[in-house]
């Protein structure tokens, strides 16, 4: 006998049938078998009277011998009925084969047989030895619950045969497997179904795992069909949202044309990822005001510039020269530009254009950014007094540059006064022999200073892919050394490294 409760062991009890007296049996049970309400010992026969309380779980037996009713010998047999029988009693062939089952396939959760069972023709049913089992009731297993036995006739026993013996030739088959799942979902007593219902609606999961059960073949397909566009559309609708743009987004309000003392981030020209395109030329305004004498730099970045006369750069209608060609340190190199005092309007506006001579006709990509105009005051000296001041910085800048593999900011203090002393002896309308090798140094020290620069932006990002915290806050600590105001573009690069990277500084 299989009862549906957790409390029930597999194997839980056995009653016996000798000489008209009927004993039970505890085989060891998890939660024991109480008689009268009192546990029985294991192993160990304990007669059955009249009357007497057996409680396995929390399924409770009444034990009451039945007296065998006279039987007529000289009227015929009544024909079995073909429609199911709803007697609990189990034969005693049908216990043992059932149990023999349950004992053979012992996967953890236990099944009975299936609803069809043989017995053979002229079978009685009588009561002679059962066994209480416990049987899992996961809806996920439902196919392999079976309803309550049931006695058939010889017909029915054919006819059963046949049905199994065409099932077996496709075990595998899906159209087995749904007939199998509603032969057994049908097979359930009312009460089971309603038990089954209750404890599966605790969970989402259960009602989920219930109402996929109750699907026919063609049901599931549907609605597998149906799941699958639904993760569709909602893995779609999610990438559009999270992907990120090709090239940065153009910013809302209008475009950028005055220029100040902070850079302007945007992009200008043409090309892919440019903020603002502009594929012939840029205008910028600015003013030029200061209470005493001064010079004016114009600062940038610049990239896509394929020829050294590609780009060209004037100041109030007067051409001052052509953007430099990219070269090894494009994204990290600033470049800078004097603009003449005598070209400068003071406190008026002023113009710059930075315009492509190859567009139109052409469809040259090229890009500007980062624009800044930079006013630097100038002492108000003599003439004789400003050359000795930039011959003192010219010898300082010199001292750092032969010092330079000493001190990790000394190429940086070298190139600081190097520019000193230009900015120095643009003052003056003459320009004496020092201007020349002025620049020179000025060039070279700058170069070095945008290799260093490159050289640490790469540790920089290998440190990163290799996800090494300590490493990249190192590096930047290192940029900041060698770097040490913002004088010079890799110090605000290194601030924005860090910002975006949540590096401590």
Known sequence: MVL??????????????????????????????LLNGRALEPSKNQELRAGDRLAMGSVEFLFAPLAPAPVDVTQPMPAFDARPRTSTRISRLQTELEMQAIEAEDTGRHRTL???????????????????VSESTEVSEMTEVSPPPRTLTATDSEADTSTITAAAARPGSPAARAGASRKAWAGLSAAERARLRREKGLTLGGQLRYGWAQLSPRGKSIAGVLTGLVIVAAAGTLLSVFRPAKGPVKPTG????????????????????????????????????????????????ARDISHAEEVSISLNGVELGWVPADNAMTDERELTHLLPLGLLRRSEPNQIVFDNVLNPP????????NVYVEVVPVPELPAEQLLAKAREEATAARQFYKQKNVGSENLFKSWKHYRSAWITLEALDLKPELYDEVQYQLAQTAGELDQECRKLMLDFQRSLQFRDGDKAKATVEEVMRRFPTTEHRCHNLAIEKATRYELPI
């Open 4 to 33: 549906h409760d957790h409390g029930v062991s597999r194997r839980h009890a056995r009653l016996l049938g000798r000489g008209g007296r009927y004993y039970v049996v505890d085989l060891s049970s998890a939660n024991g078998t």
């Open 114 to 132: 299936s609803d069809v069972s043989l017995m053979p023709p002229g079978a009685t049913a009588t009561l002679s030895e059962m066994e209480a």
């Open 254 to 301: 209008p475009e950028p044309a005055a220029l100040g003392l902070a850079p302007l981030e945007h992009s200008f020209g043409q090309g892919e990822g440019v903020t603002w395109q502009r594929p012939d030329l840029k205008a910028f305004g600015f003013e030029f005001a200061s209470p005493t004498r001064a010079v004016a730099l114009l600062h940038y970045q």
């Open 362 to 369: 052409g469809q040259e990509p090229w890009r500007v950014w």
